[in-house]
């Protein structure tokens, strides 16, 4: 099943950052795009997770062309299929850990997993504030987050900086059992080249291009 496909993206700010860009994304599969900083890695994950408007080309979703859809579909989209994970945890830091994810239950209503907050090493935290919490600490919350509300695509922009190497590596293996278990598919944006071999297929944007490189 296709989740996603872009075709002939473009984009530009004050130089062009990519041109002609063109991927899709299939259930149970992961890719992963790598680059050199400012070689445009973010801005093409944002637009492809709708966060930007590409200035030229299209992205699809589950088969439908996103501009295409009004604001109420996408917003549904957004709120049930999209998790985006940023190294910027993006966390309520008024709420203790487990309140951050009550919100994410709230909203999506899909149930809280106990097993991935033991899995991701929250489970002694959980109940202090987000501000309480290490880096590392909120990292693992950001990411239970996103997937309590079980996305069909996840978006993941290193996710795993904040983290040591053991823990970084469980939580790839969270990453890739849940796009299997969930018929779900997700795209890593890295500049970790052994990370980001792990994935499925793998991409690099260099002189405005992507590069299928695995």
């Not at 088969?63 to 910027?88: A, P, W, Y």
């Not at 983290?163 to 795209?187: H, N, P």
């Amino acid at each position: 099943m296709n989740l996603l496909s872009a075709q002939n993206l473009s984009h530009t700010f004050e130089y062009k950052l990519f041109d002609d860009v063109s991927l899709e994304l299939n259930a149970k599969e992961s890719i992963a795009i790598i680059g050199m900083s400012g070689s445009g890695k973010s801005t093409l994950l944002h637009i492809l997770s709708t966060l930007l408007t590409p200035q030229s080309g299209k992205v699809s979703l589950f088969g439908e062309d996103i501009s295409l859809m009004n604001k109420k579909r996408l917003s549904e989209i957004k709120r049930h299929d999209l998790g985006l994970i940023f190294q910027s945890h993006y966390l309520f830091n008024g709420f203790s850990a487990y309140e951050n994810l009550e919100v994410s239950e709230l909203l999506s209503g899909k149930k809280i997993d106990d097993t991935l907050i033991e899995r991701l090493q929250i489970k002694e935290p959980i109940h202090q504030k987000v501000t309480q919490l290490s880096g590392g600490q909120q990292q693992r919350v950001s990411i239970a987050r996103v997937l309590t509300k079980q996305p069909r695509i996840i978006f993941a922009d290193e996710p795993t900086g904040n983290l040591d190497q053991e823990t970084a590596d469980e939580v790839m293996r969270i990453f890739f059992e849940y796009c299997i278990k969930s018929d779900a598919g997700m795209v890593l944006v890295t500049h970790d080249n052994a990370l980001a071999h792990k994935c499925d297929r793998v991409y690099k944007l260099e002189d405005k291009k992507l590069h299928q490189i695995k």
